[in-house]
């Protein structure tokens, strides 16, 4: 297969830049993709600075992935050319261990190959001679069990993101088992934030945003939400003490766990999907009302689809801005600063229009 064109970070400090990709044919297990779009999440950004460390360059990132299946191995039974797919978060896991079989791959005991800054496998242990290279690139072959379907009529530009932020947050939403009725709370209205609005919306939930953003307000009730408080005001904390039945905390920059603790019912749950710098945690606010504090990473694959279609039959979909590849650097700036509504997505038509 020729040289494949993507976009790359050659070390923590450099921005992102023209790169090529030996991309392989598909195995017998494999399928080949030409992607189409590709989301931009604020995991890019973490990981092409290194914010987790022990990142790997260069790094082509991208993992909200959707595009078309160009060829498929000698033993693809699932999949034929011309089906629209998805890719996530991780293209392999061992396929053995107790969450593998459960089909909660994210929690591979033995370490998912992250789509990309990780390792594809060899006799299914990762091997740190293959890295993984994401969706800023134009081709892709995946392993036929850790792709998605994309459900029929879904435009596939919105659809991108759902790989990642529609996944991460309708995971703990169904996990802890939200219902109709219930007094939820979005804290952080970005790329994940709004996923979880619509989709705790499409649930019968009572949707309340979170936001440091006052500006927000319009937008968080035309996503679905009943209600909006400004997290600037220091009275909200007070007003709504003890009010939700559960937090989902998407904000990707570090802030106060413990104000919003205090915020649910007793014996609630807040679960953390942002990835901020570690923060301090305060023991009193967990203790004082039996409250529970999670976290939950992306979805499975079985779950994965199953949000795919939660979405196509509710109609949900993101917010994006289509952007051309080579304004990506401008992208992640605009996303720290929260000048993002509510997603980037990359026309990967746009590597060919340089
Ligand atoms: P995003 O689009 O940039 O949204 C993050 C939101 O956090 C912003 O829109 C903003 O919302 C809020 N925020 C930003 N800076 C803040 C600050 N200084 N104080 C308070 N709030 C602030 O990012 P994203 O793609 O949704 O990702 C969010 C986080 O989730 C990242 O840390 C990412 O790495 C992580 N993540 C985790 C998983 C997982 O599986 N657990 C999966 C994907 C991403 P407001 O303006 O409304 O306050
Ligand atoms: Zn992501």
């Given at each position: 297969m020729p040289a494949t064109p993507a976009y790359a970070a050659a070390n923590a400090k450099s921005p992102l830049a023209p790169f090529s990709v030996d991309r392989r044919e598909p195995g017998p297990h494999e399928v080949s993709i030409d992607i189409a779009y590709c989301g931009v999440c604020h995991s890019d950004i973490h990981q092409v600075r290194d914010d987790w460390g022990g990142s790997v360059f260069p790094m082509v990132p991208g993992h909200e992935i959707v595009g078309k299946v160009t060829k498929v191995g000698?033993?693809?039974?699932?999949w034929k050319v011309g089906d629209i797919v998805g890719v996530g978060?991780?293209?392999?896991?061992?396929?053995?261990?107790e969450a593998c079989h459960a089909g909660?791959?994210?929690?591979c005991a033995n370490g998912m190959s992250a789509t990309y800054n990780s390792y594809e496998r060899t006799n299914g242990k990762l091997d740190r001679s293959r890295p993984t290279y994401g969706g800023y690139s134009t081709r892709m072959s995946v392993d036929e069990n850790y792709i998605l379907r994309i459900p029929d009529g879904m435009p596939l530009d919105r659809a991108a993101p759902l790989l990642c932020a529609g996944i991460t947050t309708y995971s703990p939403l169904r996990h802890f088992g939200v219902k109709a009725g219930d007094k939820v709370a979005i804290v952080g209205l970005g790329g994940l934030g709004h996923m979880g609005v619509k989709i705790a919306h499409a649930m019968g939930a009572h949707v309340t945003v979170i936001s440091h953003?006052?500006?927000k307000r319009d937008d968080a009730l035309k996503l679905g939400a009943d209600e909006f408080l400004a997290?600037?005001?220091?009275?909200i904390f007070k007003t709504h003490a003890?009010?939700?039945d559960f937090i989902l905390d998407t904000v990707s920059a570090q802030h106060d766990y413990n104000a919003y603790l205090g915020?649910?019912?007793?014996?609630s749950t807040m679960v953390l999907v942002g990835l901020p710098a570690p923060t301090p945690l305060a023991a009193g606010p967990l203790v004082m009302r039996r409250r529970s504090l999670a976290g939950s990473l992306i979805g499975g694959i079985r779950e994965t689809q199953e949000m795919l279609d939660f979405c196509a039959k509710h109609n949900v979909a993101s917010d994006i801005e289509l952007i051309r590849i080579d304004q990506i650097n401008e992208a992640y700036e605009r996303m720290i600063k929260g000048d993002v509504r509510y997603r980037f997505v990359i026309d990967i038509a746009s590597f060919g229009a340089g």
């Open positions: 000698s033993a693809v039974r699932k978060c991780f293209v392999d896991s061992c396929r053995e261990c909660e791959e994210q929690f953003s006052p500006g997290s600037k005001d220091a009275e003890g009010c939700f915020l649910l019912k007793r014996d």
